[in-house]
């Protein structure tokens, strides 16, 4: 079969362009319109180096603290491999390889609009990379992300200059064997592509991206099994009401209200009658809270998004301006603020899921405690309840801000840091934790659904509970959970959902 490729241009690369290049494995090349740009922005920058004399910051000058230093033009490439050697200090647990596909395509990306004075050549090679799924060793530990992300973007670059280490086929060897496998010569940077490679957050963005795809994937589970958990628990439909919505018209609370009314469609659980008038905060309360969350990440999908259609190494260059110019684009606080937030939004989900949990295995309406027969003898769905708790107090201590931190580097160069990359990382284990959290909620709502028999739920939830069956039997009495717990992340981590059921604007 024919790979499938996608054409890199200037139009914007979306939430749903990428996980579809991703998952189909499509394989990348650069528009004619790119390679011009990239092209002439390099030709312009040589043109420039050979006729001007006065320092360009990181580009014939030393970098951070050293930008006095002025370089001689016969040391301009020694000055970037420097560079990359000397910001290679990561250290920690490797980047997972999902993750540094990601980078590759931010990176090509970034340096494709034609202000980063890249040579095709070294485009061409990430572009190489990504192709053949050749994925640099890079460690999650060592950004401060303030001038991008520095030692995880140097990783990234060290098998550009043909160093440092790569996975490739399923095997982790020095970058030396790959070339010499490939029938590659290493890349010679010329001035200021070090620079160019190693300042960006393409490491944040990354992790941005797959947090963000998701989040939006638990916020769906989230919904569903929330909407099974007030089935189980016998809940009351009218907090979902549109009018009660309507007068308060949170976008995420209306559309998450809609979205369970629409998932109880015909159910015979939820129009038969009730002998309660209320449910507890974490049923009754779905569409606020969930749709808190729903409504943050919209604001973090925006803030990612900018961020990966855009120019984050530095300095920049202006072909029709005639200008180089130093700023600081490279500084994550836009995606550390958004990443702090994000935790914040996805623990909630995990939090309010757990109640629910909680209340389905107190022997309430008509319920067995523990949601087994003959109780006592057996335990039921006591101890996973446990489990939950645990991680969402884990949560908790994850979601504290790394945003209002900061710490001086770089002999007082870099004197305010974002902290992005640890506030990626801890995002990261926390989307993990949750999904963790909600298969345990859907363990005990299936459970609990099999006490509410006859009666039967909407199509679509009999029809995602049924599936769930194949994977996780009803309990009759106590077994290992664990084996349990496991399949049901299995199950939500593996099942396909079409990207338009996730409420996602990009």
Not at 288 to 299: E, M, N, R, Y
Not at 359 to 365: E, H, W
Not at 381 to 409: E, F, G, H, R, W
């Amino acid at each position: 079969m024919m790979p499938k490729y996608f054409t890199l241009s200037k139009a914007p690369l979306s939430f749903k362009k990428i996980s579809e290049i991703l998952s189909e494995k499509q394989k990348l090349k650069l528009s004619d319109e790119l390679i011009k740009d990239i092209m002439l922005c390099r030709s312009y920058l040589d043109d420039k180096m050979q006729n001007e004399e006065a320092p360009i910051y990181g580009i014939n000058t030393g970098f951070g603290s050293l930008y006095n230093v002025k370089i001689e033009k016969e040391n301009l490439q020694q000055l970037q491999e420097n560079l990359v050697m000397s910001h290679a200090c990561g250290i920690g647990e490797e980047v997972p390889q999902h993750l540094i596909k990601i980078m590759l395509l931010l990176k090509i990306k970034s340096l494709s609009f034609g202000h980063s004075g890249v040579q095709m050549a070294t485009v061409n090679r990430l572009v190489d990379f990504f192709n053949h799924d050749i994925f640099p060793v890079i460690y999650t530990q060592g950004s401060l992300g303030a001038s991008g992300d520095l030692a995880p973007l140097a990783h990234l670059t060290l098998p550009l200059i043909g160093k440092g280490e790569v996975w490739f086929e399923g095997e982790k060897m020095p970058t030396e064997m790959l070339y010499q496998k490939m029938h590659w010569e290493p890349i010679q940077l010329q001035s200021k592509e070090g620079l160019a490679l190693l300042n960006g957050t393409q490491f944040m963005s990354a992790y941005g991206v797959y947090l963000i795809l998701q989040s939006f994937r638990l916020q769906y589970f989230a919904d569903i099994i929330g909407t099974l958990s007030l089935e189980g628990f016998d809940g009351r439909i009218e907090p979902f009401h549109h009018l009660i919505h309507d007068v308060r018209p949170h976008k995420g609370q209306m559309k998450v209200a809609e979205r369970v009314r629409n998932l109880l469609e015909s159910s015979q659980i939820i129009n038969q009658p009730k002998v309660h008038v209320q449910d507890p905060y974490s049923f009754r309360c779905i569409p606020q809270v969930h749709g808190a969350t729903w409504d943050t990440l919209q604001f973090v999908a925006q803030t990612i998004y900018t961020e990966i259609n855009s120019v984050t190494d530095n300095p920049n260059i202006f072909m029709e301006e005639d200008l180089i110019v130093s700023g600081g684009n490279f500084h994550g606080q836009p995606l550390a603020l958004a990443f702090d937030f994000l935790g914040i939004a996805v623990a909630e989900l995990g939090n309010i899921s757990e109640r629910r949990t909680y209340q389905l295995i107190g022997g309430n309406r008509g319920l067995p405690a523990y949601l087994v027969s003959n109780s006592g003898l057996n335990s039921g769905m006591m101890i996973p309840q446990y489990t939950a708790a645990s991680i969402v107090s884990q949560n908790k201590q994850l979601a504290t801000p790394a945003s209002v931190d900061s710490i001086v580097s770089s002999n007082l160069q870099e004197d305010h840091v974002s902290m992005g990359a640890n506030a990626a990382t801890k995002g990261l284990r926390i989307v993990e934790n949750v999904e963790k959290i909600l298969a345990i909620e859907l363990l005990n709502a299936a459970q609990a659904m099999q006490f509410r028999r006859p009666l039967k739920s909407s199509e679509f939830l009999e029809s995602f509970l049924s599936a769930y069956r194949t994977e996780v039997p009803f309990m009759e009495q106590d077994e290992i959970l664990h084996n349990a717990i496991v399949k049901s992340i299995d199950f939500l981590h593996q099942m396909d959902i079409d990207m338009d059921e996730l409420f996602f604007s990009k």
